[in-house]
């Protein structure tokens, strides 16, 4: 079976994004229990540039959110070395923030995660564009595009499915998947609900990693 997935809320009241609001987040954990997604991941630090408002947004929405299951992540300032920030005072006092943040009675802490969408559009696109922009990655890249054309499939596609279906993940593992608009979550998890990838696909997928893979395990 495949892993089962988590929404992040990193793009929660994050700027450019759809979900900035209680009701425009409302309307996201309508759709999210739509399609079968009962789990979020969320943070103090969420998003990065207005910690707490993710939380916040959840909290306000709580005739919704109660329905999930939360996990959330202790305060970390990345403007320091963080020295202070796990000390047994500092996590009680994040985690207290966050559970009045999100008018829960308790939670969970959670540290894993696993992501794509690196579009300019994306809030944290020209980050991402910076670390997997080099050259022999662009020139294999490029190559891939090509191969994938004959089989109407994107590569987008090909990774999300190769995540889900062909890794080592299990059914006792999750994905965790975001998004900046509702419509990026349907097409999403409906790439998923493709199913495994075709042979010949899978095999282009594999060539494609061996091109790449000296200058690119390192960072994965």
Partial sequence: MSPHLIFGTASLGMD??????ASSVQNLLRVLQELDIH???SGARYPPLNPGKAE???GKTIELSRDFTIDTKVYTDTRTNGSGDLTKAAIAQSITASLQRLKAVDGLINNEHEGTRFADNNPLGKAAQGLFGAEDLRAAMKRFDIQLKSYNISPIEVGIRWIAHHSVL????GIIIGASKVEQIRQTVSMIRNGPLPGEVLKAAESFWEAVRDSRS???
């Fill in 39 to 41: 789990r979020l991941d």
């Fill in 170 to 173: 299990g059914d006792e593992d």
């Fill in 16 to 21: 450019l994004t759809d979900f900035q609001d």
């Fill in 218 to 220: 390192e960072i994965i």
């Fill in 56 to 58: 916040e947004l959840l």
